[in-house]
Protein backbone atom coordinates (compact mmCIF):
# COMPACT_ATOMS: atom_id res chain seq x y z
CA UNK A 1 0.00 0.00 0.00
CA UNK A 2 2.83 2.29 0.98
CA UNK A 3 4.61 1.50 -2.64
CA UNK A 4 1.03 2.48 -4.58
CA UNK A 5 0.93 5.58 -2.24
CA UNK A 6 4.31 6.98 -3.06
CA UNK A 7 3.77 5.81 -6.97
CA UNK A 8 0.67 8.27 -7.04
CA UNK A 9 1.89 11.15 -5.40
CA UNK A 10 4.95 10.85 -7.94
CA UNK A 11 2.33 10.72 -10.92
CA UNK A 12 0.48 14.26 -9.23
CA UNK A 13 3.99 15.74 -8.85
CA UNK A 14 5.07 15.26 -12.39
CA UNK A 15 1.56 16.14 -13.50
CA UNK A 16 1.90 19.54 -11.43
CA UNK A 17 5.21 20.00 -12.73
CA UNK A 18 4.23 19.79 -16.49
CA UNK A 19 1.13 22.43 -15.78
CA UNK A 20 4.27 24.78 -13.58
CA UNK A 21 6.82 24.67 -15.83
CA UNK A 22 6.92 24.40 -19.62
CA UNK A 23 9.40 21.07 -20.48
CA UNK A 24 6.87 20.03 -23.06
CA UNK A 25 9.61 17.23 -24.08
CA UNK A 26 10.32 15.79 -21.26
CA UNK A 27 6.91 16.15 -18.93
CA UNK A 28 2.69 16.20 -20.05
CA UNK A 29 0.97 19.19 -18.55
CA UNK A 30 -1.79 18.14 -16.34
CA UNK A 31 -4.26 18.99 -18.72
CA UNK A 32 -2.97 17.53 -21.98
CA UNK A 33 -2.86 13.97 -20.25
CA UNK A 34 -6.25 14.76 -19.21
CA UNK A 35 -7.19 15.62 -23.01
CA UNK A 36 -5.28 12.32 -24.33
CA UNK A 37 -7.54 10.51 -21.68
CA UNK A 38 -10.90 11.84 -23.18
CA UNK A 39 -9.42 10.90 -26.72
CA UNK A 40 -8.45 7.48 -25.33
CA UNK A 41 -11.86 6.96 -24.06
CA UNK A 42 -13.96 8.10 -26.99
CA UNK A 43 -11.77 7.84 -29.86
CA UNK A 44 -9.70 3.81 -29.00
CA UNK A 45 -12.74 2.58 -27.31
CA UNK A 46 -11.05 2.40 -23.69
CA UNK A 47 -13.25 0.08 -22.06
CA UNK A 48 -13.38 -2.31 -24.94
CA UNK A 49 -9.65 -2.98 -25.11
CA UNK A 50 -9.79 -3.32 -20.98
CA UNK A 51 -12.09 -5.44 -21.07
CA UNK A 52 -9.64 -7.90 -23.45
CA UNK A 53 -6.61 -7.77 -21.79
CA UNK A 54 -8.54 -8.80 -18.43
CA UNK A 55 -10.49 -11.50 -20.06
CA UNK A 56 -6.86 -12.99 -21.75
CA UNK A 57 -5.51 -12.33 -18.31
CA UNK A 58 -8.22 -14.11 -16.53
CA UNK A 59 -8.75 -16.77 -18.62
CA UNK A 60 -4.83 -18.06 -18.73
CA UNK A 61 -5.15 -17.69 -14.96
CA UNK A 62 -8.38 -20.27 -14.72
CA UNK A 63 -7.55 -22.54 -17.46
CA UNK A 64 -4.20 -23.28 -15.93
CA UNK A 65 -5.23 -23.26 -12.36
CA UNK A 66 -7.80 -25.93 -13.23
CA UNK A 67 -5.52 -27.55 -15.37
CA UNK A 68 -3.07 -27.66 -12.31
CA UNK A 69 -5.56 -28.84 -10.03
CA UNK A 70 -7.35 -31.93 -11.97
CA UNK A 71 -5.01 -33.46 -14.25
CA UNK A 72 -1.81 -33.07 -12.29
CA UNK A 73 -2.20 -34.96 -9.01
CA UNK A 74 -1.17 -38.29 -10.16
CA UNK A 75 2.27 -36.82 -11.58
CA UNK A 76 3.08 -34.47 -8.56
CA UNK A 77 1.74 -37.39 -6.09
CA UNK A 78 4.46 -39.40 -8.02
CA UNK A 79 7.35 -36.88 -7.92
CA UNK A 80 6.84 -36.37 -4.22
CA UNK A 81 7.10 -40.05 -3.39
CA UNK A 82 10.76 -39.53 -4.43
CA UNK A 83 11.60 -36.15 -3.12
CA UNK A 84 10.68 -32.53 -2.85
CA UNK A 85 9.21 -30.55 -6.01
CA UNK A 86 11.21 -28.35 -7.34
CA UNK A 87 10.15 -24.90 -8.66
CA UNK A 88 10.32 -24.42 -12.47
CA UNK A 89 13.33 -21.60 -13.47
CA UNK A 90 11.32 -18.74 -14.52
CA UNK A 91 14.34 -16.66 -16.09
CA UNK A 92 15.21 -19.03 -18.74
CA UNK A 93 11.91 -19.98 -19.54
CA UNK A 94 10.80 -16.24 -20.10
CA UNK A 95 13.79 -16.07 -22.01
CA UNK A 96 12.48 -18.93 -25.12
CA UNK A 97 9.07 -17.91 -24.32
CA UNK A 98 10.29 -14.21 -25.35
CA UNK A 99 12.00 -15.10 -28.53
CA UNK A 100 9.38 -17.87 -29.43
CA UNK A 101 6.11 -15.53 -29.10
CA UNK A 102 8.03 -13.14 -31.31
CA UNK A 103 8.76 -15.65 -34.20
CA UNK A 104 4.85 -16.05 -33.45
CA UNK A 105 3.82 -12.60 -33.49
CA UNK A 106 5.74 -12.15 -36.90
CA UNK A 107 3.84 -15.45 -38.33
CA UNK A 108 0.53 -14.74 -37.02
CA UNK A 109 0.34 -11.22 -36.08
CA UNK A 110 -3.25 -10.54 -36.02
CA UNK A 111 -4.28 -13.64 -34.13
CA UNK A 112 -5.42 -13.22 -30.95
CA UNK A 113 -5.00 -17.16 -30.43
CA UNK A 114 -1.23 -16.15 -30.73
CA UNK A 115 -1.30 -13.66 -27.60
CA UNK A 116 -3.44 -17.15 -25.82
CA UNK A 117 -0.65 -19.54 -26.63
CA UNK A 118 2.58 -17.24 -25.90
CA UNK A 119 0.77 -16.26 -22.43
CA UNK A 120 -0.54 -19.82 -21.30
CA UNK A 121 2.82 -21.67 -20.50
CA UNK A 122 4.01 -18.61 -18.33
CA UNK A 123 0.57 -18.41 -16.61
CA UNK A 124 0.99 -22.65 -16.46
CA UNK A 125 4.64 -22.28 -14.87
CA UNK A 126 4.09 -19.10 -12.25
CA UNK A 127 0.88 -21.32 -11.14
CA UNK A 128 3.09 -24.46 -10.28
CA UNK A 129 5.92 -22.55 -8.89
CA UNK A 130 2.65 -20.77 -6.42
CA UNK A 131 1.95 -24.13 -5.37
CA UNK A 132 5.23 -25.73 -4.74
CA UNK A 133 6.09 -24.68 -1.33
CA UNK A 134 2.84 -26.47 0.04
CA UNK A 135 3.04 -29.29 -1.84
CA UNK A 136 6.24 -30.15 -0.36
CA UNK A 137 4.64 -29.63 3.05
CA UNK A 138 2.98 -32.87 2.59
CA UNK A 139 6.21 -34.42 2.84
CA UNK A 140 5.93 -34.73 6.45
CA UNK A 141 4.05 -36.37 9.88
CA UNK A 142 1.00 -35.73 7.86
CA UNK A 143 2.08 -38.00 4.58
CA UNK A 144 3.11 -40.67 7.25
CA UNK A 145 0.13 -40.69 9.07
CA UNK A 146 -2.46 -40.94 6.34
CA UNK A 147 0.24 -43.28 4.35
CA UNK A 148 0.35 -45.45 7.86
CA UNK A 149 -3.12 -45.67 7.89
CA UNK A 150 -4.32 -46.94 4.13
CA UNK A 151 -0.42 -48.45 3.22
CA UNK A 152 -0.86 -46.84 -0.27
CA UNK A 153 1.76 -43.96 -0.04
CA UNK A 154 1.43 -43.26 -3.43
CA UNK A 155 -2.63 -42.99 -3.34
CA UNK A 156 -2.43 -40.64 -0.33
CA UNK A 157 0.29 -38.58 -2.15
CA UNK A 158 -1.88 -37.93 -5.49
CA UNK A 159 -4.88 -37.65 -2.97
CA UNK A 160 -4.12 -34.94 -0.64
CA UNK A 161 -1.68 -33.01 -3.39
CA UNK A 162 -5.06 -32.70 -5.51
CA UNK A 163 -7.54 -32.29 -2.39
CA UNK A 164 -4.70 -29.12 -1.63
CA UNK A 165 -4.51 -28.10 -5.05
CA UNK A 166 -7.73 -27.54 -5.64
CA UNK A 167 -8.21 -25.95 -1.89
CA UNK A 168 -5.80 -23.66 -2.79
CA UNK A 169 -6.77 -22.39 -6.12
CA UNK A 170 -6.34 -18.50 -6.77
CA UNK A 171 -5.36 -17.78 -3.19
CA UNK A 172 -1.83 -16.22 -2.92
CA UNK A 173 -1.48 -15.24 -6.66
CA UNK A 174 -0.46 -11.87 -6.46
CA UNK A 175 2.72 -12.14 -7.92
CA UNK A 176 1.14 -14.66 -10.67
CA UNK A 177 -1.13 -12.21 -11.65
CA UNK A 178 1.45 -9.34 -11.97
CA UNK A 179 3.57 -11.55 -14.00
CA UNK A 180 0.75 -12.07 -16.81
CA UNK A 181 -0.11 -8.40 -16.53
CA UNK A 182 3.34 -7.63 -17.51
CA UNK A 183 3.55 -10.60 -20.25
CA UNK A 184 0.02 -9.70 -21.75
CA UNK A 185 1.40 -5.92 -22.11
CA UNK A 186 4.76 -6.52 -23.52
CA UNK A 187 2.88 -9.27 -26.16
CA UNK A 188 -0.29 -6.54 -26.93
CA UNK A 189 2.57 -3.85 -27.58
CA UNK A 190 4.71 -5.75 -29.96
CA UNK A 191 1.29 -7.25 -32.01
CA UNK A 192 -0.36 -6.07 -34.63
CA UNK A 193 -3.89 -7.20 -33.45
CA UNK A 194 -4.83 -3.71 -32.47
CA UNK A 195 -6.22 -4.81 -29.08
CA UNK A 196 -5.68 -4.26 -25.30
CA UNK A 197 -3.92 -1.80 -22.93
CA UNK A 198 -0.75 -2.77 -24.80
CA UNK A 199 -1.72 -1.56 -27.69
CA UNK A 200 -3.03 2.05 -26.58
CA UNK A 201 0.35 2.44 -25.03
CA UNK A 202 1.84 1.68 -28.40
CA UNK A 203 -0.55 4.12 -29.82
CA UNK A 204 1.34 6.60 -28.04
CA UNK A 205 4.59 5.47 -29.06
CA UNK A 206 3.21 5.30 -33.05
CA UNK A 207 2.26 9.42 -32.59
CA UNK A 208 5.45 9.89 -30.53
CA UNK A 209 2.88 11.72 -27.78
CA UNK A 210 3.87 12.11 -24.25
CA UNK A 211 0.30 12.96 -23.41
CA UNK A 212 -0.63 9.61 -24.75
CA UNK A 213 1.66 7.55 -23.09
CA UNK A 214 1.15 9.34 -19.82
CA UNK A 215 -2.80 8.78 -19.86
CA UNK A 216 -2.31 5.12 -21.36
CA UNK A 217 0.24 4.33 -19.05
CA UNK A 218 -1.36 5.76 -15.84
CA UNK A 219 -4.64 4.42 -16.78
CA UNK A 220 -3.25 0.94 -16.83
CA UNK A 221 -1.23 0.75 -13.60
CA UNK A 222 -4.68 2.11 -12.12
CA UNK A 223 -6.73 -0.57 -14.07
CA UNK A 224 -4.28 -3.55 -13.09
CA UNK A 225 -4.81 -2.20 -9.28
CA UNK A 226 -8.51 -2.18 -9.44
CA UNK A 227 -8.38 -5.67 -11.21
CA UNK A 228 -6.18 -7.42 -8.46
CA UNK A 229 -7.96 -5.87 -5.81
CA UNK A 230 -11.35 -6.91 -7.14
CA UNK A 231 -9.56 -10.16 -7.16
CA UNK A 232 -8.64 -9.74 -3.38
CA UNK A 233 -12.06 -9.20 -2.69
CA UNK A 234 -13.71 -12.20 -4.60
CA UNK A 235 -10.72 -14.62 -3.01
CA UNK A 236 -11.67 -13.24 0.62
CA UNK A 237 -15.19 -13.64 0.32
CA UNK A 238 -14.84 -17.53 -0.61
CA UNK A 239 -12.45 -18.14 2.21
CA UNK A 240 -15.00 -16.55 4.46
CA UNK A 241 -17.57 -18.61 2.65
CA UNK A 242 -15.27 -21.32 3.08
CA UNK A 243 -14.67 -20.87 7.08
CA UNK A 244 -18.35 -20.87 7.59
CA UNK A 245 -19.06 -24.41 6.37
Known amino acids: MKQKILFAAAVLLLLTAGELFTIPKLIPSGSSVLSAFGTLLSG ?120 LMRGKIFFNIHDVLNSLWMWLLLFEFLSDYGKGLGYLIRIGFEYWSLPVMAASMIYTVLFIWAANLLMDAMIYLVKIRRLKN
Request: hydrophobic letters at 50%; charged letters at 10%.
Open 44 to 163: YDLLFHSFYSITTVVSNLIISNVLLSFLMPAYIGSRLQKGELAVIPIGVLSIGIFFTGLYILFLFPYQHLALSVMLFPVSLALSYNNMVPELNGLRGDTMHFYSSLTGDKNSMYQILSGS
